[in-house]
């Protein structure tokens, strides 16, 4: 297995459900190792697209490829994960025994230790016995991340992962998870609907169109890491989100005219 992070390309993807057309064909090449979002209106097709990527669902027409490898495939290997808004972890099973899961099913190895480090660097020493029901809402979700991590992945899929939460919660998650992906040198594809989280997390962020989405600007993020909430009060930061907002006016008004 390679342990470099891979490119993804998406080549003519459409996805239709019966006379719904979610996400129009589409080109794009996402770079190895890097952090791309995407943003657009709510209902445009967003969590389609990322879904597409991660094999869940097939096109209607076009190929994803990841490397040179379709998306299952890579799957399989346990080289792709992905965390949604809902946690979804298993009520049964303790933080420990969740994210331990994710390592067998990926085929990787028991590693004890490997998992108490997660837990500890998701910020939840000593919740490691503890079962879902018993954590807050950003505590699941700190979780629902390290479970994800815990393979390792090569492709890491977040679909709006701090939706969720409370706006303090969401705060210390922006500032305490991403190092730990970028860290781990995974190629990472955001869905977000919030652009200054956007522009917070990503490398590129590319902007889609009302349903069915279609790219309407490819907007790279020049800034560097960390960026704390202090970074939003920039006058960079400022540009990047007022560029990625008139990017969705124009397009709102393009498709409702």
């Known amino acids: 297995m390679a342990d470099e992070p891979p490119v993804v390309r998406l080549t003519g993807v459409r996805k239709g ?10 080109d794009l090449t996402l770079a190895a190792g890097q952090t791309t979002a995407l943003v657009g209106p709510s209902g445009c097709g967003k969590s389609t697209l990322l879904r597409l990527i991660a ?8 190929q994803v490829v990841i490397d040179d490898a379709e998306p299952h495939t890579v799957a399989r290997r346990g080289e792709l994960a992905i965390a949604f808004q809902d946690p979804s972890l298993l009520p049964w099973r303790t ?3 969740n994210i331990a899961l994710a390592r067998r099913l990926a085929r990787r ?3 004890p230790d490997a998992v108490d480090r997660l837990i500890a660097l998701v ?3 000593g919740f490691g016995d503890a079962r879902p029901a018993e954590l807050s809402g950003g505590m699941r979700q700190r979780a629902a991340i390290a479970r994800a991590l815990a393979t390792r992945p090569r492709l890491l899929l977040l679909d709006e992962p701090f939706g969720a939460v ?15 992906w970028r860290e781990g040198g995974a190629t990472t594809v955001l869905v977000t609907h919030s652009i200054v989280e956007a522009v917070r997390l990503a490398d590129r962020i590319v902007v889609l169109s009302p349903r069915p989405a279609r790219v309407v600007a490819d907007v790279s993020v020049d800034l560097g890491h960390p960026r ?3 970074s939003a009060r920039t006058p960079a930061f400022e540009k990047l989100v007022d560029e990625v907002t008139l ?9 409702a005219a």
């Open 55 to 62: 094999g869940l669902e097939q096109p209607s027409a076009g």
């Open 166 to 180: 409370d706006e303090l919660t969401r705060q210390d998650l922006l500032t305490d998870l991403p190092p730990l």
């Open 123 to 125: 910020g939840l020493q």
């Open 109 to 111: 190895p028991a590693d």
């Open 247 to 255: 990017a969705l006016a124009r397009s709102r008004a393009e498709a």
């Open 95 to 97: 933080v420990r025994g």
């Open 228 to 230: 704390t909430a202090g």
């Open 17 to 26: 459900f019966g006379a719904l057309e979610a996400v129009a064909a589409t």
